[in-house]
């Protein structure tokens, strides 16, 4: 989820703020200030310092969100930062989610209104606290000029100004009128962290109450008057017609109201759910097949795996490596393999819309609002600012919902309609028309010196270019550096290494961004590889990896942290064993032991896992935990179950009796610590705990039972396998 | 005509007998908390009480119910149990996306309700039905283990 096109951009800004800023003082800027337009004076009466900050007469504080929530609590965490400096208190404000405006609410790193990438927290921990401070030095200036005293003797808490020397108070509803007809301070002095009485608390959150009594409104809810709702079905094979469906038999059906197709799709429209899902059944499309009904497993593999052999873009070129590897005397040369997967987010796609001759609204839950009204731009020819992206809560969202085309699809079925009308997918077309991660296919190859440290190391990746879709001058030059994100940079000292990295599309399947990303893919095999490499040179992986860490403190840190915490080295029943895993990614470190016992039937048990975590300074330490406890189960799901599979041309898979989710007596306990450096830069989190699910649990089972697993999902690889 | 009792409201409804009271409650009584997941009883986001059994409603044709008493997660927090499991549920911050927690707060109040102390093996038959692609599973225990101690 993060784009390519932006890391330069995410580097140069921190490395800025690294010169000019130190995070342990009040930081001074003059000049712009990222994402903060100027004061909009409003007759009303309304204070909008900026385009995060709404406060009216009557006292009310409203926060708008320019990232989507969808579980990992940003929601909450923004608004801490917003709050700290603009000191009210988190039961004081309304948050509300921000419109589709690339003028107030660009990413400035990311570069366009978009949540993903593990980077919101990082992108929001300068600016929204300017935010908050901007708002806050207009108060204070507006009490002073009413009481006429000088700024200085004013001090603001929980909502109000305060005259320090005569206890006054004003609150911020009394200044909100005048505090409109102040300058936008050029000069923002944030507050010292020690002062911090937000930052590194872990207050209540503040979207789960209505979502723990059915009041939350998730996309899926959205209610409007005279709305219809539709089921949609696409071609089951990608650029399949459809050819023929029964109309008379859908219309037969009580409660359908219309039938609406495109050349590919077909959506049946009821008054209510039931009427849509039983007329599409009886609608009965049929499809021609298109270009890709020979397309199956074995046809990509056979594509993927004749890929690997050309030589690839070079990421990484240090040394000879071919010479080096010839040098040494033990190596180990591998393939491994990772499948293609679906989101299977528990919400399934859906889209409400009411497109009328002169504008639009749409309901929807978006990690790219801006993406979603240009879709529905396009669909309908309307201009963009005719069309209001009312963005909900979403029902999880692990990169899925950065992609818009779900939106066209439903705008261009729903113009055709002139009532409001909520379309959605079933959960068997959220799973078969998902927009799927890539199957990657890794060759790599390592040696070991006289030392039993590694002297060489060539890895070559071979699969899909999400980049090339989703962001295509993001590319490098034609290299997706998502593809070898978390395999350039190890976090070990290797004299010699190459990397490379070949564009292989898959045949009649569409790729995104899946969580954990470059790293999900990459870490799996390295610290696979690590691990085999290890046991190679007769040595604990531990150790292995502790004697290579010399320009990884932090890595070496977290690295001891969990190991310590899951008393690593300590004797295990028979049939268990533990593994381990280090990476860094999203500017966070992280290491993990995982627990697992495999019985003499190959049943694998997850017994415990304990992370590690350096993410620097922490806004919101129980989320940091709860995204690693959730981001750990998400990974190993895919580990141990899931691949999306293809036969002529269709996606086998279809609900969760055959795209299996993990259940709460199948996960492990996990316990996370912090060890943060607070001198760091500040880390990404959300997809953390992913990356080092599949390289823990293959080490793992490496340990209780000497197999080593290459392909993922691991229980059909272990099937056939006696213990 | 169609009358059943929902959260203590009678309601008459004009709908085919085999609708699935999920469509029912979603669509046209507009209570939105039950959720859709999968619509073949494998996820549990459709979680509602019939009576007080923790049942499927995406599964459930309306015909079936008859005057048996239906309670939704809009309503469980006037039951002892569910006030209780949706405090410990904000406290342990079990809750991530959301869109899974009213079924798993559903099962886990029928669970407390009937079980004042379960056992991990208790808590594992009584939950595993309800998936959460979140994985919030860790806290889902903790937090059903709080609530049966200061029951
Ligand atoms: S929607 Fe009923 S069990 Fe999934
Ligand atoms: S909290 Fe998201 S599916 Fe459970």
């Not at chain 1, 009328?356 to 669909?379: I, L, M, S």
């Not at chain 1, 079933?426 to 199957?439: A, G, L, M, S, V």
């Amino acid at each position: 989820m993060r784009k390519p096109r932006d890391i330069g951009a995410i580097l140069n800004r921190r490395a800025f703020f690294r010169g000019t800023l130190a995070f342990g003082g009040g930081m001074l800027l003059s000049g712009m200030i990222p994402g903060l337009p100027g004061a909009q004076a409003d007759t009303k009466g309304v204070f909008i310092p900026n385009a995060f900050i709404r406060i009216d007469r009557s006292g009310g504080i409203t926060l708008i969100m320019r990232h989507a929530e969808m579980g990992q609590g940003i929601y909450t965490g923004i608004a801490m930062l917003i709050a700290e400096e603009l000191e009210v208190d988190l039961e004081q404000v309304t948050l509300e989610a921000a419109p589709a405006d690339p003028s107030r609410y660009t990413d400035s790193a990311a570069g366009e209104e978009v949540t993903g990438g593990s980077a919101s927290t990082r992108d929001s921990w300068l600016p929204l606290r300017q935010a908050g401070a901007a708002a806050r030095i207009m108060l204070v200036a507006a009490a002073a000029s009413r009481w006429n005293v000088p700024p200085e003797s004013c001090a603001a808490q929980h909502g109000q100004i305060i005259h320090v020397p005569t206890g006054r108070t004003l609150s911020y509803g009394d200044l909100a009128e005048e505090a409109a007809l102040q300058k936008v301070p050029e000069k923002i002095i944030l507050k010292d962290p020690s002062t911090f009485r937000l930052i590194g608390t872990s207050p209540q959150r503040l979207d789960t109450k209505p979502k723990s009594n059915g009041t939350a409104i998730f996309g899926m809810d959205v209610r409007v008057p005279g709305m219809k709702i539709g089921r949609i079905m696409a071609s089951p094979i990608q650029r399949g017609r459809l050819i023929s469906y029964d109309s008379v038999a859908a219309r037969a059906i009580p409660g359908v109201v219309d039938i609406i197709t495109l050349q590919d799709v077909i959506a049946v429209i009821g008054d209510h759910s039931w009427a849509a899902i039983k007329g599409l059944e009886a609608a009965n499309p049929q499809w021609d097949s298109g270009p890709h009904a020979a397309v199956s497993t074995k046809t990509l593999m056979d594509d993927l795996r004749r890929a690997s052999d050309r030589t690839g873009l070079v990421a990484k070129n240090t040394g000879d490596v071919d010479a080096a590897l010839a040098a040494c005397s033990h190596r180990i040369d591998a393939v491994y393999e990772l499948p293609f997967l679906a989101h299977a987010a528990l919400e399934p796609i859906n889209t409400t819309l009411h497109i009328r001759p002169n504008g639009a609204d749409v309901w929807v839950g978006t990690q790219v609002p801006v993406r979603a009204r240009q879709e529905v731009a396009n669909a309908t020819g309307l201009p963009p600012e005719k069309i209001a992206i009312h963005n909900h809560v979403i029902g999880g969202g692990f990169g899925r919902r950065l992609d818009s085309g779900s939106i066209g699809q439903a705008a261009r079925l729903a113009k055709q309609m002139p009532y409001p009308v909520k379309l959605f997918w079933t959960r068997e077309e959220d799973i078969q028309q998902d927009q799927f991660r890539p199957f990657y296919y890794d060759r790599i190859s390592a040696g070991l010196n006289k030392q039993g440290r590694i002297a060489a190391w060539k890895h070559r990746t071979t699969g899909s270019y999400v980049t090339a879709r989703w962001a295509p001058e993001g590319l490098q030059n034609g290299l997706d550096t998502d593809t070898v994100d978390g395999a350039v940079e190890t976090p070990y000292d290797i004299p010699v290494q190459r990397n490379e990295s070949v564009q292989c599309e898959p045949e009649g399947l569409t790729t995104l961004w899946w969580r954990g990303v470059g790293p999900t893919h990459n870490v799996f095999v390295v610290e696979s590889m690590m691990d085999e490499l290890a046991h190679l040179a007769e040595n604990d992986p531990l150790d292995f990896r502790r004697s290579m860490l010399g320009h990884s403190p932090r890595g070496l840190k977290v690295l001891n942290e969990a190991a310590r915490k899951s008393g690593w080295g300590t004797p295990l029943p028979s049939g268990h064993g533990r593994g381990i895993a280090l990476h860094y990614s999203f500017q966070t470190w992280a290491a993990t032991v995982l627990e697992v016992q495999v019985t003499d039937d190959n049943a694998i048990r997850l017994v415990r896992a304990d992370t590690a975590v350096d993410c620097g300074p922490v806004v919101f330490p129980d989320a940091v935990r709860a995204q690693i406890q959730g981001g750990l189960i998400f990974g190993l799901t895919m580990a141990l179950y899931n691949e999306i599979t293809v036969t002529n041309g269709r996606v086998d898979q279809s609900n969760f009796h055959d795209y299996r989710m993990m259940r709460i007596n199948e996960a492990p306990d996990i316990r996370v610590h912090l060890v943060p450096d607070l001198s760091a830069d500040i880390g990404g989190i959300g997809e953390v705990g992913t990356v080092a699910a599949a390289p823990a649990l293959a080490n793992a089972i490496f340990a209780a039972t000497g197999h080593r697993l290459r392909k993922i999902p691991f229980l059909s690889q272990m099937a056939g396998k006696s213990a | 005509m169609i009358t059943i009792r929902i959260n203590n409201e009678s309601h008459q409804l004009d709908v085919t007998d085999d609708m699935p009271l999920l469509w029912v409650l979603r669509d046209i009584l507009g209570l939105t908390g039950t959720k859709y997941g999968c619509g073949v009883a494998q996820c549990g986001a459709c979680t509602i009480h019939i009576d007080g059994i923790p049942t499927r409603a995406c599964q459930l044709p309306v015909s079936l119910i008859g005057d048996r008493h239906i309670t939704t997660i809009e309503a469980i927090g006037n039951t002892r149990e569910g006030a209780r499991i949706q405090a410990v549920w904000l406290q342990n911050q079990v809750i991530q996306c959301g869109y899974c927690q009213s079924g798993q707060i559903m099962a886990a109040t029928a669970l407390l309700r009937d079980n004042p102390n379960p056992t991990d093996d208790d808590i594992d038959d009584a939950m595993s039905g309800n998936i959460c692609r979140c994985g919030t599973y860790v806290r889902i225990r903790e937090a059903i283990h709080q609530a049966a101690n200061n029951a």
